[in-house]
Nanobody
Framework: QVQLQASGGGLVQAGGSLRLSCAAS????????MGWFRQAPGKEREFVASVSWGGAYYADSVKGRFTISRDTDKNTVYLQMNSLKLEDTAIYYC??????????????WGQGTQVTVSS
């Protein structure tokens, strides 16, 4: 059974930083893309960042502020979030998919972790 366990969310002031982690278990994800999505209240889930052997990709809204990385030995992906803004407030979900890209259509999702940015 594939499981993705996200952690690291919390409350932070605008301009601050948080690091999210997503640990995968149940199979080896070295050939999978792993990524992060987020969903704010009343909005659709949106892509944030992903990483695979094909490289790293970011949403325009987080470029230059967020960094995604992975530790293949630990089957873990990280999202370092710096210079956080109020609009970054959302539930963040990790996801995985075969290949080099991950989208909202993937079957592999973590449980979500809340990130709240305050003024």
């Amino acid at each position: 059974q594939v499981q993705l366990q996200a952690s690291g969310g919390g409350l932070v002031q605008a301009g601050g930083s948080l690091r999210l982690s997503c640990a995968a278990s149940g199979r080896t994800f070295s050939s999978y893309a792993m990524g992060w999505f987020r969903q704010a209240p009343g909005k659709e889930r949106e892509f944030v960042a992903s990483v695979s052997w094909g490289g790293a990709y970011y949403a325009d809204s987080v470029k230059g502020r967020f960094t995604i990385s992975r530790d293949t030995d630990k089957n873990t992906v990280y999202l370092q979030m710096n210079s956080l803004k109020l609009e970054d407030t959302a539930i963040y979900y990790c996801a995985a998919a075969p290949g080099i890209l991950v989208s909202t259509k993937t079957n592999y999702w973590g449980q979500g972790t809340q990130v709240t940015v305050s003024s």
